[in-house]
């Protein structure tokens, strides 16, 4: 029976190291939808107390080094506004 073992550099405290990324917000030009912030899988952003030029919560970056940047946040926004970039290894 053969097992699949990982490389050692691959693991961490018995995990898989996860891709790190950023978030680029474009908040002028968001309407607060919310979308970014629901389908974040790794739960980095949150809508903003704070309004924008066109009255709207923009989402903020509440916990940036979990960030993967898969960018699904800028899949689901319908306004452009959002994208998730990986960094270099």
């Keep these: ?3 699949s073992v990982l490389p ?5 405290s018995g995990g ?10 474009t908040v002028e030009r968001c309407k607060g939808c ?3 912030v629901e389908f ?11 309004f924008n030029a066109k009255g709207y919560h923009p989402p903020h970056v509440t916990d940036g080094e979990k960030c993967s940047g898969c960018d699904l946040c800028g899949m689901y926004c319908p306004d452009f506004a959002i994208f998730g970039v990986r960094n270099a290894r």
């Design 8 to 12: 050692l550099n691959r693991l961490q």
């Design 16 to 25: 898989l190291i996860l891709a790190k990324g950023s978030v680029a917000i």
């Design 1 to 3: 029976m053969a097992h």
């Design 40 to 50: 974040c899988p790794t739960h980095v952003l949150s809508l903003s107390s704070a």
């Design 34 to 36: 919310g979308f970014c």
